[in-house]
C-alpha cells in the first residue's frame, strides 16, 4: 500500500497538478475540437523552399493577407507571448500564411523579428489567393477573412490536425466559444491562448506518461 501511495505522490500527482494550473481560466482539462482533420499544406510553396507540414505538429496557424506591415504588431505580439514560452518544445511550430507574391514583404519582416532573437520553429507559407481561400474555408470557422485574405485570429491546431479551441460552457456556467485567438489584443493572448496551448502540451505529456515514455520535452 505504502508502495503504492509513493508512486502516486511521485508520478501521478505532480501531472495532476500540473494539468490544474496549466488549466488557468480555460474551464477545459482537454481542449474541446473545433474542426477535426483540417488538410494539410506540405506541398505549398515556403520562403525557404522546405515543406511544411502540419501533421504530427503542435501548430500555431495565421492568415496574414497581403498588408504584411499592417501585421507588424501582431507578429511581435505573438512572439513575446506565445513562441517565446513554447520555442523549446520539440514538434511545437509557428505557421504563417501569405498570398503568393508577398515574398519581399515577408523578408523584410523576418528580419525585423530576427531582432527579437530566434526563428527556429517559425515558417512562412505561400498560396494563391483561391488556394488560402479554399483552405480557410475546410477550417469550417464563424470568423472570415478580410479583403486581403488576413485575419488578426490566429489558431491551435494539434498533432492530428484537429483545431482546437473554447466550446461548451465557462466556470459560471454560460456558453463559451472560441476559435482564434486576436493578436492584436495582447489580453486575449495573454488571459487566454498562453492557458489554451498550455492545455495542449499537457495533453500530449499526459498521452506520453500513459506510454511509459516520458520526457521533459515533447
Do not use: C
Amino acid at each position: 500500500m505504502k508502495k503504492k501511495i509513493v508512486l502516486f505522490v511521485l508520478f501521478v500527482l505532480p501531472l495532476v497538478t500540473y494539468l490544474f494550473f496549466a488549466s488557468g481560466v480555460n474551464s477545459f482539462v482537454n481542449l474541446p475540437t473545433i474542426t477535426k482533420n483540417i488538410p494539410d499544406i506540405n506541398t505549398w510553396k515556403t520562403l525557404d523552399d522546405k515543406p511544411v507540414a502540419l501533421t504530427n505538429k503542435i501548430t500555431i496557424l495565421g492568415f496574414i493577407g497581403t498588408d504584411v506591415e499592417k501585421r507588424k504588431g501582431s507578429f511581435f505580439n505573438l512572439y513575446e507571448k506565445i513562441y517565446t514560452r513554447n520555442k523549446d518544445f520539440k514538434d511545437f511550430q509557428m505557421v504563417m500564411i501569405f498570398p503568393d507574391g508577398t515574398q519581399e514583404q515577408v523578408k523584410a519582416l523576418k528580419n525585423d523579428i530576427s531582432k527579437l532573437g530566434t526563428q527556429a520553429g517559425w515558417n512562412f507559407v505561400f498560396g494563391s489567393p483561391q488556394q488560402i481561400q479554399t483552405f480557410y474555408n475546410k477550417l469550417q470557422l464563424v470568423g472570415k477573412l478580410d479583403d486581403n485574405l488576413g485575419t488578426p485570429n490566429v489558431y491551435i491546431v494539434d498533432k492530428k490536425r484537429n483545431l482546437r479551441g473554447r466550446k461548451g460552457q465557462d466556470k459560471k456556467g454560460k456558453p463559451e466559444y472560441k476559435e482564434g485567438y486576436n493578436t492584436v489584443l495582447v489580453s486575449e493572448l495573454y488571459n487566454q491562448m498562453i492557458d489554451d496551448v498550455k492545455i495542449i502540451l499537457a495533453e500530449y505529456r499526459l498521452a506520453l506518461k500513459r506510454n511509459h515514455n516520458a520526457s521533459r520535452k515533447i
